[in-house]
C-alpha cells in the first residue's frame, strides 16, 4: 500500500471508530507502519477534522520521537512507537477510550474468557497494565508488558490498545475488545458467569487464523 493510501485509511479508521463510539472527539490514536516509518495521528485534532495531511511521520528507528509533519503526532506516540519497534507482527496499532474497556481498566480488572472470541486476541485473558501517566516511557513499558504475547490489553484508568497486521484487522479488534469488556461487564452484574478453559480456547483458535475481517479491499 502506498503512503497516500495508508494515510487514507487511517483517517477512515479513525472517523470510523469515532462514528461508532469507541472514541469521541480527539480522543484515542492510530498508526500503522509504512515502510520503515510510523504514521500516526497528531495530537487534539477531532476525527470529523482529520485529514490525510496531518499524519505525522516518525523514523522506527529513532526510539527519541523525532517526527516530520505539519502537527506534532499524539502525546501517546511513544507507545505506539514502542510496540511497533517491538512486535514485528504489529503493522497497525489503535488505542481507544471505548466505554466498556475503559470502566474495567478504572477497575482494573483483566477480562477472561467469557466468550470463544478472546481466541482472536492470542490468549485466555486480556490483561490491564499497571498505571502510568499518559505520554511517559513508563505507561510505554506497562503496556509492552500487558499485551505481551496478546493482541491488545486495557490500559489502567485509560481504555485499551490493540494491534494487528494491517489497519482493518487492527480496527476489527478494538471492536471485538470492546465487545468482550461489554459482555464481562454485565456478567459481573448479574454475579458471574462460566470462564472457558484452556482446552476451549485451543479448540476454537484451531479455526481462527483466518478469521474475521483481515484487511480492506480497494
Known sequence: MSERALRDEIVACTQELDASGLNRGSSGNISARCGNVLLITPSGVPAR????????????????????GPLKPSSEWRFHLDLMRARPDFNAVVHTHSP?????????????????????????????????????AELSDAVLRAI?????????NHGAVVGGPN???????????????????????????????????AETAKGFAGYGVQERKG
Request: glycine share 8%; aromatic share 8%; charged share 15%.
Open 100 to 136: 466498556f474497556a475503559t470502566i474495567l481498566s478504572i477497575a482494573r480488572r483483566p477480562i477472561p474468557a467469557v466468550h470463544y472470541m478472546m481466541a482472536a486476541f492470542g490468549g485466555a485473558e486480556i490483561r490491564c497494565s499497571d498505571y502510568a501517566c499518559y505520554g511517559t
Open 148 to 156: 505481551d504475547g496478546m493482541a491488545g490489553c486495557l490500559m489502567s
Open 49 to 68: 477534522a482529520l485529514e490525510p495531511r496531518m499524519l505525522a511521520r516518525m523514523p522506527l528507528d529513532d526510539a527519541c520521537g523525532a517526527w516530520e
Open 167 to 201: 489497519l482493518t484487522r487492527t480496527c476489527w479488534l478494538a471492536h471485538e475488545l470492546e465487545a468482550l469488556a461489554h459482555q464481562y461487564f454485565h456478567v459481573l452484574q448479574i454475579g458471574g458467569g462460566h470462564i472457558l478453559n484452556d482446552a476451549d480456547l
